[in-house]
T-cell receptor, first 118, second 110 residues
Framework: GAVVSQHPSWVICKSGTSVKIECRSL??????MFWYRQFPKQSLMLMAT?????????EQGVEKDKFLINHASLTLSTLTVTSAHPEDSSFYIC??????????????FGEGSRLTVL | RKEVEQDPGPFNVPEGATVAFNCTYS??????FFWYRQDCRKEPKLLMS???SGNEDGRFTAQLNRASQYISLLIRDSKLSDSATYLC???????????FGRGTSLIVHP
């Protein structure tokens, strides 16, 4: 079946540095990719939706200048946490929708990335 | 009505019991559904995808009820190791955005 590769699976960085997380669809083209994070003791919340070739749509409360999302191709979306701080430590996961299937197309998830900011 | 709703539980069951969770969704045209499992202080892991025809993997069965707009997860012969939080994912809204439920807590006791 279709696979979404998310990398890195875990990363530790110092406060103030930037971290990039990649989400790649390996055997299909993804029109849309979704990014989520999980706050302590809460479920996973949508951060932003990215469509290939256009600016990402951010959910309320998510700083677009801090969480930079790039969806430059139909197989790759990246999330960059800029000037990371300890409160950004979280689990981040992406999801990709198969291009050919429209809005109701099949979805696939990456395995997630655990970010720890010291 | 919330887009995706789950009973938070906890469901407290003895070993060997059969337990079922439901997750209701509001977007009637949704296509892709999932169940995730999350252990305490661990990352969520994909447990099963939910297909229109149902999906079975060992002791776990996932089903989709389109008429009533819910998905279910059935666990047979519960083990202590099944204790976890189970999260459903359903597309919601006009853009069919995959949305996680709040999770259902399962505790299996000896």
């Amino acid at each position: 079946g279709a696979v979404v590769s998310q990398h890195p699976s875990w990363v530790i960085c110092k406060s103030g540095t930037s971290v990039k997380i990649e989400c790649r669809s390996l055997d299909f083209q993804a029109t849309t990719m979704f990014w989520y994070r999980q706050f302590p003791k809460q479920s996973l919340m949508l951060m932003a939706t990215s469509n290939e070739g256009s600016k990402a749509t951010y959910e309320q409360g998510v700083e677009k200048d801090k969480f930079l999302i790039n969806h430059a191709s139909l197989t790759l979306s990246t999330l960059t946490v800029t000037s990371a701080h300890p409160e950004d430590s979280s689990f981040y996961i992406c999801s990709a929708r198969v291009r050919e299937e429209g809005l109701t197309g099949e979805l696939f998830f990456g395995e997630g990335s655990r970010l720890t900011v010291l | 009505r919330k887009e995706v709703e789950q009973d938070p539980g906890p469901f407290n069951v003895p070993e060997g019991a059969t337990v079922a969770f439901n997750c209701t969704y509001s977007n009637s045209a949704s296509q892709s559904f999932f169940w995730y499992r999350q252990d305490c202080r661990k990352e969520p892991k994909l447990l099963m995808s939910v297909y229109s025809s149902g999906n079975e993997d060992g002791r776990f069965t996932a089903q989709l009820n389109r008429a009533s707009q819910y998905i279910s997860l059935l666990i047979r012969d519960s083990k202590l190791s099944d204790s976890a939080t189970y999260l459903c994912v359903c597309p919601s809204g006009g853009s069919y955005i995959p949305t996680f439920g709040r999770g259902t807590s399962l505790i299996v006791h000896p």
